[in-house]
């Protein structure tokens, strides 16, 4: 089985600091993706990565950026956390073309006091 | 930009009701896929369908694909507590981008 995971399920952070969400996928994916989801808005896609070091921009990705340096980890960074940025953080690999099935993984639930 | 709408945003149902959630897309798709969110959960792949018209079914669950490949529906027959969740389609962009995730359809199931 496809394994996805995601360094904390839940995460409390203030203002202003700078967050890491890492992701981990077990099944040599070549893509990998994040999103966010809030309620009533679906699952917005971030940013996702088709190779190491190669991202491209989702729907959504002013406040983020992302870093691939080996292909079964994928690590979203919020540069300088805001309020705004509370969600659930959803990670999600697949291989093949990108718009194939994705695998995701358990979330993280990031609250920005 | 490429949409996909889904609706109801949410239904609830007595055990044994029948239950519809649809989506449309702006655009000609290459695929739809249905995942299953359930409560506390993450989303968890269904099924996907790729042909014009095509039907799939999993037990009391049908799925349909569109003769313009524009539109899709999830059907789940006499309902029951577990299949609380919310149910999201995600389409296929045929220029080969990422999916594309409608809103999702909550749906809540009373006994």
């Known amino acids: 089985d496809v394994k996805v995971t995601q360094s904390s399920r839940y995460l409390v952070k203030r203002t202003g600091e700078k967050v890491f969400l890492e992701c981990v996928q077990d099944?040599?994916?070549?893509?990998m993706f994040w999103y966010r989801q809030d309620p009533g808005l679906g699952l917005r896609l971030i940013y996702f990565?088709?190779?190491?070091?190669?991202?491209e921009k989702g729907d959504i990705p002013e406040g983020y950026s992302v870093s691939r340096e080996k292909k079964e980890r994928f690590s979203l960074i919020l540069e300088s956390a805001s309020t705004n940025q509370t969600s659930m953080y959803l990670c999600?690999?697949?291989?093949?073309?990108?718009?194939?099935?994705?695998?995701f993984g358990p979330g993280t639930r990031l609250t920005v006091t | 930009g490429q949409q996909v709408m889904q609706i109801p945003q949410y239904q609830h149902v007595q055990e044994g009701e029948d239950f519809t959630t649809y989506c449309n897309s702006s655009?000609?798709?290459?695929?739809i896929q249905w995942y299953k969110q359930r409560p506390g959960g993450h989303p968890v792949f269904l099924i996907q369908?790729?042909?014009?018209?095509e039907v799939k079914k999993q037990k009391r669950l049908t799925f349909q694909f569109g003769e313009a490949k524009k539109n899709s529906s999830l059907h789940i027959t006499a309902t029951q507590t577990t299949d609380v969740g919310t149910y999201f389609c995600?389409?296929?962009?045929?220029?080969?981008?990422?999916?594309?995730f409608g809103k999702g359809t909550t749906l809540s199931v009373s006994s």
């Open positions: 999600a690999s697949n291989e093949g073309q990108r718009d194939y099935e994705q695998y």
């Open positions: 099944m040599d994916h070549e893509n």
């Open positions: 990565s088709y190779d190491v070091k190669m991202k």
């Open positions: 655009t000609t798709l290459s695929n």
């Open positions: 369908l790729v042909k014009s018209g």
């Open positions: 995600a389409g296929g962009n045929q220029a080969g981008t990422a999916l594309i």
